[in-house]
């Protein structure tokens, strides 16, 4: 035996569903046994393999769920296509020591079938007894558990059954050979009792995938354990192995040579794969990326035409149709559905039959069951009646092709072309055609032939009109004058030549352009130069063409002609006057300044041609001092032109020369200056900066634009005005984007409009002025010489600015002035002088004193310093004994009269000059009352006399008031005497008066009784 070796790579193929109908309607059959009981389940069934036999014979055995064996004719099924039920005439095969393991349609008998008990294999047939049965021995073997397969096959002249089995005592799987022999007498068949065993590559155990019969060349193919071996049924020997590139299944089929398996990869794609041995190749086709398992497999041998049940990737039946060359696959699902039941699949499980001579195709499913439903061919439009579908593809009659066979040999009727007239065509360029006929196909094998030159880039309309771009180089062997012929070809099918086209003549529109010293003039349809003349001033002169134009070379010193092309027969198509411009060869500068007046001269060609041309520069028109046919002079414009071109306009006429380009001199920065009055304005000095704001572009090292706004542009000098956030930094400076070599280092000049007066303590202050932030703020004092203070921003203005420093404490005058240092330039503001806060005063305690008795004050308030401290009271000295920012505590005797004084009296602190008066709380007076009223009443200072409170009296109101109580049998009366100081009366008065009290009241309650 040798190895299979492949030599052909694998070919993988994909190919999409047809459009159309491939399956007619489907039907569903109930199938009943021969004692009249419907069959509930069919645990496994096979077809006759109709695509094996010359005299196909249309039977069915099933094994039901029931172990029963039972065999269907096709005469039994009188209405195939239908849900009529089928009855077998038949008797049924009963079941014999134990279960049924495989069964086999007899090919060439419909009264016979084949099953496999665990002994033996059962014949069952109808003869002229009834119900014949035979039996041969498997040899005491057993049959592979779940797939043992039986096969009829016909080899060495002999009907012989090939089982799969394991042998007594045997290690590896065997296949069984029995032939029979058939006994006209009886009408039976008998086994000859000497079957040979041919050892297999199957381990004990092991399972067979399956195993099909090729009758054209007499071999078996088995498949088990990932291998196929393919076995020469007459010799008993295997010839071949191999291996399939998927996941084999347990279904195949065998034809002349070629194996045909579906295998799967796992992802819910399905494969026929297709090996040929006689040809040694291998091709695998895409059935469909709906399928989870293959279940078993037919042929119509006729169409080549496989057909596959399967359960799709929902667990449900399914078949699918595909040619033998992977040809528009076709599925068709089960409807209703019906799950597939995948515990216990064998190589008998829905079995596909195929009638070959109905086109009928059915499926025996588990449920019991027989799916039939009609096909037709996988050819488009059955090849329209005009070929034969082989294998999914048409092979066509004669005179007709196409995919379909549909087209018929082509002709030609008319045509039109997008030139001048509707059947010209031109000479050198591209012309769309369009063509009118009978039997054009829409295929890529396809040439049209238009003046013996192809026609490209097809358009299929419909069969009766194509388009196709045809392009002449006009260099082709025709003369312009000569008629074309048109011819068609599709799939080597061509029409019969016909003359359609002519050439069409050249067109000028009468347009030119001039480049330099070429004059370009448009047309269309033109001619090659071959069969052209081209005239300047009646002179022949070189010339070129393209499709579209003609053009040439003025001669030198030129002036304004006419230009004629003709035919050279001499027919005129022609005839145009010629305005030449100069031509532009160079300028004397091409880097110039921005300011006007700069003398350029010009050099070239064509000067005196045409006179009252201008010189464009830019946008702007100049006079030119024209000095001759070569050489111009004019003057440049002020400002930067956007359009850096240079050439000669004739405005009236629209007509332009060549130019030349020129640029500017690159700006030059060299001074920055403030105004003296408004400093947010500045002042950049230079040269080259045009006149236009727009062009003028600063901006910071990271190109952020300088905050300003551009005033005014000259030449020399931009003026702008900055904005309220300025910020001081390195910038650059462009003018028409070309960048000064030299950077702008803006540094703000500081200057100082207001501080805020610091209490004597310091602390935090507002000054605002111009351009302080990143600034140096400078403080003195008669304490400080020149300090730098912290100070922080408030907000993102510059101009004003804001900021809070912190300055040191003091008293008097001091002076603040900014520094602002950048990048080697240096501003200073003038000084600006504040003053620390004055004292101030809040309260005076006490609030009351007395001449020539010493008192000690206490001022509270703020700003207090003891530094040249003055305090006086009712101007008298007060000398200090202890001084806080907030209290001073001082001392005083005072020796003015008081009853001159005016109260309140004035009470004066002044710190370093700065004073301030409080007259509204301090009262001055000659004496105080006795013991100052004993707490117990008010004084008078005026007077010096205290007024007592209730229930007190007595000069310094010390003495309490004695209460006097009185008491009857009847009534008990408690009166308070209030005393009343009265002044002048001493305590023997109040007493006195107290004793007339008590008088009046006794006798004012005798009166009562």
Known sequence: ??????????????????????????????????????????????????????????????LSSDTKSSIFRSTDNTSPLSNQAITTSLYTMPQYNNQNQAIAVYPNSTTFSSAVSITAIINFQNCNKGNCITSIDNTGGSAPKTNPILRWIYTNNAWTTVFTLFGRGATTGSLMFSPYYYQASNTQYYPTNDPAILPVSVPLGGEVDFLVYDTITDQLYLSAIGTVTVYKASTKTAVQTFT???????????????????????????????????????????????????????????????????????????????????????????SPSEAVNTNSLSSYSYAVGVDNDTKIVSVASAAGKLYSVQYTNLCPNQCSNHGVCIDGVCTCQTNWFGLDCGAGKPSV?????????????????????????????????????ICNQNCTSMSFSNSSSISCSLYLDGTQNMSPLATCDVLVTFNSLSSDPVTLFTFASPLFTGE??????????????????????????????????????????????????????????????ADINIVIMPNIVSVSHTVINTNAGLLLTMLGDFFLANPGYKIKMGDALMTPNIISMSELTFTTPQGIQTNKTIRAVDTTKNLYSNFITFQYTPPKFSALSFNNTVTNIITIQGNNFGNSSSLINITDTQSNPLNATILSVSDYVITAQLSSTI????????VDSQIATSPIKLNLPPSIISIESPPVTGGNITIVGNYLQSSSVIFSSEEYDEEFLDCIDIGLENYPATRVCEVFSGVGEFEVFAQSIFQGTFFSSSSKSSIYQGPTIEDINPKFYFENKTVEFTITGDNFVNSTLVIT?????????????????????????????????????????????????????????????????????????????????????????????????????????????????????????????????????????
């Open 1 to 62: 035996m040798s190895k299979f070796i492949f030599t052909i790579i694998y070919i993988l193929y994909t190919i999409s569903i047809i459009n159309g109908q491939v399956f007619g309607p489907l039907y569903t059959k109930n199938l009943i046994d021969g004692d009249g009981v419907a069959v509930k389940g069919i645990f496994k069934a096979e077809f006759s393999p109709d695509y094996a036999l010359d005299k196909p014979l249309k039977n069915l055995v099933i």
């Open 727 to 734: 910020s001081k930094g390195v910038f650059t400076l462009a």
């Open 873 to 1009: 009271v009712n101007d008298e000295e007060c000398v200090a004994t202890d001084v806080t920012t907030t209290s001073i505590t001082c001392s005083i005797t005072p020796s003015s009269v008081a009853k001159n004084a005016i109260n309140p009296v004035p009470v004066f602190v002044s710190v370093k000059d700065q004073g301030v008066f409080n007259n509204n709380t301090l009262s001055y007076y000659e004496k105080e009352c006795l013991n100052n009223c004993s707490t117990h009443g008010t004084c008078n200072y005026s007077t010096a006399i205290c007024k007592c409170d209730d229930g007190y009296q007595g000069t310094d109101c010390s003495e309490l008031i004695p209460t006097t109580s009185t008491t009857s049998t009847t009534t008990a009366t408690t009166t308070d005497t209030t005393s009343t100081t009265t002044t002048g009366l001493n305590s023997s008065n109040h007493l006195t008066i107290n004793i007339l009290i008590s008088i009046l009241s006794l006798i004012a309650i005798v009166l009562i009784q």
């Open 512 to 573: 030119y352009t001039q480049t330099n010293n070429i004059i370009t003039l448009k047309a269309s349809q033109m001619y090659s130069v071959m069969y052209l003349v081209t005239l300047w001033k009646l002179v022949r002169i070189p010339f070129s063409v393209t499709p579209n134009s003609l053009s040439f070379t003025l001669p030198p010193l030129s002036t304004n002609s006419k230009v004629q092309v003709t035919f050279t027969n001499g027919q005129v198509y």
């Open 413 to 449: 009727t008319s045509g039109q072309s997008n030139a001048a007239g509707s059947t010209q065509i031109t000479y050198y360029g591209t012309t769309s055609i369009t063509l009118s006929g009978e039997n054009f196909a829409n295929t890529t094998n396809y040439q049209i032939t």
């Open 244 to 334: 399939f590139a998927n996941t084999g299944s347990k279904t195949a089929i065998a034809y002349n040579s070629t194996l045909y398996a579906c295998t799967t990869n796992g992802d819910g794609t399905a494969y026929i794969e297709k090996i040929n041995f006689a040809k040694i190749q291998k091709d695998t086709y895409t059935l469909s990326n709906d399928v989870s398992y293959c279940l078993n497999m037919n042929f119509d041998k006729n169409f080549g035409q496989l057909f596959v049940s399967v359960a799709d990737s929902n667990g449900n039946l399914a078949l699918i149709t595909m040619s033998v060359i992977g040809m528009n696959p076709t599925i068709l699902k089960i």
